[in-house]
Nanobody, 127 residues
Framework: QVRLVESGGGLVQPGGSLRLSCTAS????????IGWFRQAPGKEREFVSA????????DYTASVKGRFTISRDNAKNSVYLQMNSLKPEDTAVYYC????????????????????WGQGTQVTVSS
């Protein structure tokens, strides 16, 4: 059974850091581009970051560039999102997703391009 599980969310003060993890089971994650999306209450799900199969290509939405870093450890079937200098507007449920493809440097930016999704982890940035 294909499964993605996010962890690492929580409550943090503005300026703080969190590290989200996305662990895959039931498939080999290094055949997939992995993306992070987030959805705040009353808003649509939005792209946050993505990393290619090889890990050699990454991208971020403008609002998190310079603050968030995506990485992957294919030996552990895991992808990470290091989030620093967190702001209240980063508050959302964060989802990881997997896009099956055969290109080492492919990224995907829209939800419909992804085949599998995790259940989400809540990130709340508040004082």
């Amino acid at each position: 059974q294909v499964r993605l599980v996010e962890s690492g969310g929580g409550l943090v003060q503005p300026g703080g850091s969190l590290r989200l993890s996305c662990t895959a089971s039931g498939f080999t994650s290094d055949y997939y581009t992995i993306g992070w999306f987030r959805q705040a209450p009353g808003k649509e799900r939005e792209f946050v970051s993505a990393i290619s199969r090889s890990g050699g290509n990454t991208d971020y939405t403008a609002s998190v560039k310079g603050r968030f870093t995506i990485s992957r450890d294919n030996a552990k079937n895991s992808v990470y999102l290091q989030m620093n200098s967190l702001k209240p507007e980063d508050t959302a449920v964060y989802y990881c997703a997997a896009d099956s493809n055969t290109y080492n440097y492919r990224l995907a930016y829209t939800a419909r391009e992804y085949d599998y999704w995790g259940q989400g982890t809540q990130v709340t940035v508040s004082s």
